[in-house]
């Protein structure tokens, strides 16, 4: 069934996962290895926040097709 729940989910989890690695950011000396590593995780997050959209933008073509089909 295409609900796009996982999508939401995931784009959920990368913003939160966002929020805490630009607070560590925010906190921590720059250069020091908790800030760097938080800015490669706040990298991941935002490839995780993309892909989750996209599939998301996927679903929602498919829902349309598939209206399309039976109208």
Known sequence: MIDGSTSLAGIQKGMTSMRQQAHTV???NAGSRESMGAQVGMIASQNQIEASV?????EDRMIGSLLDVRA
Do not use: R, V
């Open 26 to 28: 925010a906190t921590e």
């Open 54 to 58: 996209k599939t998301l933008q996927a």
